[in-house]
């Protein structure tokens, strides 16, 4: 199982190679090899290293804010205070908070992100509109934010041999038996493609 | 060695070859160096990490990215390797993308693995991010007994300031719900943990804020603004905390203009024009970072 894995992982390094420097066969094996003997040397230290890492929570807002506050935010905003005329005059608190949760965030806090998806109703005042499509905007456009940015080409290749070695535990076997392996792998590579 | 300007020119084939494979092989083992392409734990705590930093200047969409990637990298290390941090990571990413069962469900798995020994950071925040999802998915009393007893056994300080805020934000919460002396009671201790907070460490900013969070729901606005004033010269965590600071001390201006007498006011509005000169506001209710209406 791990010598397939291993396998597998030397052949996508060795076809990534073979794209980088197609004229170079001889840097494969020197190449490889010194990933691997760092993998190994480091492996532990490696794991011990990441696992003091220390990684923590930030805290929030506090979101709780008096009727007091939630009543300045609506009385000092000209076209909010006009939107929401009736629930003001009735003192509707629970109507009025409910608004505040998704405007202030907006119209107080200036969140940049929710400010530009929410642009064109806010140029138009229609906040009543956006206090309706609130979750369904914002769930929408989270899902449509894709992971991008990693640097193309050597470098994203070599990280992913890298990675691949590493998850590999090895560890959990020797320099020699991996180099071994290796060393068969890329010359069977090499001969293969000679063919 | 050779000084000849033209030896480049005279290196042969072999040199050059070598050369290459030196250059190659060092580059190739820097590679281990660099923080983002070791494990995958690494990798999503490197992830985590940025997603916290966009987060606290306040842009969502690439921290949104970022936590999505941590989030990927946890899943592939509880895939394979799973363990109590990697469990940990995966429910922080979780927590922050707000999804609150996957989250629950996670933190409890990190403890199910149980920790050990020099990892009671992780443990916190596990129980921290445990009582998170809890109450987001509406349970009351045991994620506040949880900040509750991280406020007062926790020596961390993240943590400490994450169950303090937690902790006011459910009783202040609580408060609202009730009236007459009920409320006050709630009031009353909401604004003593916070006292002992900032009386424990006074130069921390987001104590401040807390206690400013509180006398505004007592309507001390004196007291609110001089809360807020602090926390704002002290530092407060994030952008997003700041300018709900920003927000509160305005909010307290234009009640203490309602409030005091007129000697009174004139009084205040000379300290808090001084204070608005020195944080480079446009105006008095016109913070720096307000767009221009």
Partial sequence: MMESSLEKAVESGVSFLSKVFPLKAYLYFPLLNATLFWALKRAKEWKKEIFSWKVW?????????????????????TALRKAYEPELQERDMETLREVFARLYPILGLEDPFLSALFHEKLESNDFRTIVRDFEKTVGQAKNDIEACGDPPGLIRGLKTFADEMLSLNLDLIS????????????????????? | MNKNPLFK??????????????????????????PACSSHLKKAKFHYAQGQEYSRRYLAEDATASFKRALREAEFVVLRHPSSQGYMLKGMAELNLKIWEEAEESFRKAHSYGFEKGEEWAQQISLLGLASSLEELGVEDAPLRIYAHLLDRSKLKPVTIMAAQ???????????????????????SALKTTQKLSDKDLSCGFYHYLQSQVYSHLADYKKSFEGAVMARELGLPTEEIL???????????????????????????????????????????????????
């Fill in chain 2, 9 to 34: 020119k005279e290196m042969t084939g072999v040199q050059r070859a070598h050369r290459t494979l030196f250059l190659a092989v060092l580059f190739f083992c820097s590679l281990f160096f660099l």
């Fill in chain 1, 175 to 195: 320099q020699d038996e991996v180099q071994t392996v290796l060393a068969e792998i890329v010359k069977k590579q090499l001969t293969d493609k000679d063919e």
């Fill in chain 2, 166 to 188: 937690k902790y006011t934000d459910a009783e202040l919460r609580k408060a609202l719900q009730h009236e007459g002396k009920e409320r006050e009671k709630l009031l009353a």
């Fill in chain 2, 243 to 293: 300018r709900d600071n920003d927000l509160q001390i305005i909010f307290c201006y234009r009640k203490l203009k309602e409030e005091l007498s007129s000697d009174e006011w004139g009084d205040f509005q000379t300290r808090y024009l001084v204070w608005v000169k020195k944080w480079e506001w446009r105006g008095p209710e016109t913070p720096d970072w307000k767009k221009e209406k």
């Fill in chain 1, 57 to 77: 929570l930030d805290p929030d807002r506090i979101e709780a804010k008096p009727d007091e506050f939630v009543l300045d935010f609506f009385k000092s905003h």
